[in-house]
């Protein structure tokens, strides 16, 4: 009994321990991300995707482009990687708020994520968390992805993005995109 007790007790110790910062944490923070702006016309991202050790595997480039009509959002991706492959993505936004609560969030879609994820937007943070359909080894595999951006500045987004699957760290993402 006093070792199921023990287990117990350092379960929730470290499960309480692994939860990270929540969105409302940003609320007050600056320069304040909008996605209508920000997700509006031509970016550039430069980044790099890292294993689960942390090694450096593959850098890229990326070209967005983003445009809003009747309050929805169309956010195009190309990915350039340093291997010579090209991944493409096209986000769709949708508002599923108001404007005046935060955190404001969005129905987020795309082609190779299972599912819809939600994109929560309070202060400069915008978090994310959604399942990506990956090519590996001649097949696909689902990744969960756990997004967290950061506007530093009007024209500047920092964002990292924490790859998971069964709970286990797969590898890490990060980027920075300019406006």
């Known amino acids: 009994m006093n070792k199921l007790f023990s287990f117990l007790l350092v379960t929730a110790v470290i499960c309480t321990g692994c939860s990270g910062p929540s969105i409302e944490d940003y609320a007050d923070k600056s320069p304040r991300f909008v996605a ?8 550039k991202a430069y980044g790099v995707v890292k294993d689960r050790s942390g090694k450096v595997t593959r850098k890229f480039i990326a070209e ?12 195009r991706e190309k990915f350039e990687f340093d291997d010579g ?33 939600t994109l929560s937007v309070a202060g400069n943070a915008v978090f994310m968390r959604y399942v990506l359909e990956v090519p590996y080894k001649g097949r696909t595999i689902n ?37």
């Open 64 to 75: 967005l482009d983003g445009s809003w009509e009747d309050g929805r959002g169309l956010l």
């Open 36 to 43: 209508e702006e920000f997700f509006s016309g031509p970016m």
């Open 85 to 117: 492959e090209i991944q493409y993505r096209n986000w769709q936004l949708v508002p599923a708020s108001q404007k005046d609560i935060s955190p404001r969030q969005y129905v987020a879609t795309a082609g190779d994520v299972v599912g819809n994820s």
């Open 143 to 179: 990744v969960d992805v756990d997004d967290q951006m950061f506007l530093i500045a009007p024209n500047i987004l920092l964002a990292e993005s924490k790859l998971t699957k069964w709970g286990f760290n797969v590898g890490e993402i990060q980027l920075t995109i300019i406006k």
